[in-house]
């Protein structure tokens, strides 16, 4: 079955670029019309949804983060990534990736274990 | 952007209990809610979607019920593996949003 596993720093300095990985096995990011998201948690709150990306390319996001956010694929690693910049505390969270169970469903099967990202100088 | 309320915030419950979640939407979801099952330092969970189908694996001791903005979780005989925070997800259209969580605890 499919997994997901993130990647990327773990410690990110005031105004800088937050930059993750997240790389697919068990199948091909480009198989389907599944789309894959990215979600975070800061510690102790609640799910927050940032955006997605489609096998088509189109992307979508919390408007949130708009402003702020870019998802991107790349198909020849099986990977895809998120680009948040400008961050600060407030964006210290736990990163997860994900991918919607089923083709044309919006919930969640496969997540990644998620990765720790602090914001901190 | 649909707005996703949860209540309780917390419940405190024996194993063998019976317990309910609530989670409204601010607008008509029709029956797009997906429910999720978290434990500490992991990911979360599907346990059901649209609102009442089992994700595979998951306990019939689970279920989910409603539609349009009003929506429920029930467990019910608490096992003391389902000690976790619970959130409800709309998934009706982008952006997608997630209630509070409901943290059952002992």
């Known amino acids: 079955q499919v997994q997901l596993q993130e990647s990327g720093p773990g410690l990110v300095k005031p105004s800088q670029t937050l930059s993750l990985t997240c790389t697919v096995s068990g199948g091909s990011i480009s198989s389907g019309d599944y789309y894959w998201s990215w979600l975070r948690q800061p510690p102790g709150k609640g799910l927050e949804w940032i955006g997605c990306?489609?096998?088509?390319?189109?992307?979508y996001y919390s408007p949130s983060l708009r402003s702020r956010a870019t998802i991107s694929v790349d198909t020849s690693k099986n990977q895809f990534s998120l680009k948040l910049n400008s961050v600060a505390a407030a964006d210290t969270a736990v990163y997860y990736c994900?991918?919607?169970?089923?083709?044309?469903?919006?919930?969640?099967?496969?997540w990644g274990q998620g990765t720790l990202v602090t914001v901190s100088s | 952007d649909i707005q996703m309320t949860q209540s309780p915030s917390s419940v405190s419950a024996s194993v063998g209990d019976r317990v309910t979640i609530t989670c409204r939407a601010s607008?008509?979801?029709?029956?797009?809610l997906a429910w999720y099952q978290q434990k500490p330092g992991k990911a979360p969970k599907l346990l059901t979607y649209?609102?009442?189908s089992l994700q595979s694996g998951v306990p019939s001791r689970f279920s989910g019920s409603g539609s349009g903005t009003y929506f429920t979780l029930t467990i019910s005989s608490l096992q003391p593996e389902d000690f976790a925070t619970y959130y409800c997800?709309?998934?009706?259209?982008?952006?997608?949003?997630f209630g509070g969580g409901t943290k059952v605890e002992i």
């Open positions: 649209p609102a009442s």
């Open positions: 607008q008509d979801i029709s029956s797009w």
């Open positions: 990306i489609f096998d088509s390319g189109n992307t």
């Open positions: 997800q709309q998934a009706n259209n982008f952006p997608l949003t």
């Open positions: 994900a991918r919607n169970l089923v083709v044309g469903s919006n919930w969640f099967g496969p």
